[in-house]
């Protein structure tokens, strides 16, 4: 059963635009979200995090909402870029953080010129 | 040097073979993990060690093994190498804050079972 759902295999955006990625989760347990960031032949790198306390986190031009009702996550980026061009991971993790991660199966975006 | 280096980065091996894949840190993190990464499958829990004594499954964990030698290290064996474990691995470290919590990745392994 797949706790962390990445619904959305792959998304492509207009450079300048924004780029919307979305998680939905299962578990009520999950208090704790995080977005990755892959590019090929490296491995994932930490984005951006959000605690179930708060319904948004932002970070230069990087913004995660949290609508714990619906047991939804999204990461916005604006303005995109063609560097912003990787895959992107959502996990989750319970006890506040303190739990391994279960990881969504990701999204490739990719910010055209 | 990289925090998290992962040894071979490329590794070609005939089924039946057995084969182990290293990871060792610097960042002096108490807990590890390691993942296979499939297309469209994302990424896979294998094993994880939340300190040298321990270790415990993930949610793919047969036909794998590890051995968490040191706190610094931590390595994963494929005993008798099959065809369908062919993927990218990631070893992965951690550390509990409190706050901020998030993994530092290994730049993997690509592991070929012909």
């Known amino acids: 059963d797949q706790q962390v759902k990445q619904n959305s295999p792959s998304l492509s955006v207009q450079e300048g635009r924004i780029s919307i990625l979305n998680c939905d989760y299962t578990?009520?347990?999950?208090?704790?979200f995080l977005w990755y960031k892959k590019y090929p032949a490296e491995g994932p790198t930490f984005l951006i995090s959000?605690?179930?306390?708060?319904d948004k986190n932002e970070d230069g031009r990087f913004t995660v909402f949290l609508n714990k009702s619906a047991k939804h996550l999204s990461l916005h980026i604006v303005p995109s870029q063609p560097g912003d061009s990787a895959v992107y991971f959502c996990?989750?993790?319970?006890?506040?953080?303190?739990?391994?991660?279960?990881f969504g199966k990701g999204t490739k975006l990719t910010v055209n010129p | 040097d990289a925090d998290v280096t992962q040894t071979p980065r490329n590794r070609i091996t005939k089924t039946g073979k057995r084969i182990m894949l290293e990871c060792s840190q610097t960042?002096?993190?108490?807990?590890m993990y390691w993942y296979r990464q499939d297309p469209g499958l994302g990424l896979r829990l294998i094993y994880y060690?939340?300190?040298?004594?321990?270790?415990n499954k993930g949610e793919i964990s047969d036909g794998y093994s590890v051995s968490r030698q040191a706190q610094a290290k931590f390595s994963l064996s494929l005993e008798s190498a099959i065809p369908n474990q062919t993927a990218l691995y990631f070893c992965?470290?951690?550390?509990?804050?409190?706050?901020?919590?998030?993994?530092?990745f290994g730049s993997g392994t690509r592991l070929t079972v012909v």
């Open positions: 992965a470290t951690s550390h509990w804050t409190g706050a901020n919590y998030g993994y530092t």
């Open positions: 578990n009520s347990m999950f208090d704790y």
């Open positions: 959000i605690s179930s306390i708060k």
């Open positions: 996990a989750a993790s319970g006890q506040g953080g303190s739990e391994k991660l279960v």
């Open positions: 960042k002096g993190h108490d807990r």
């Open positions: 060690s939340f300190d040298v004594k321990d270790i």
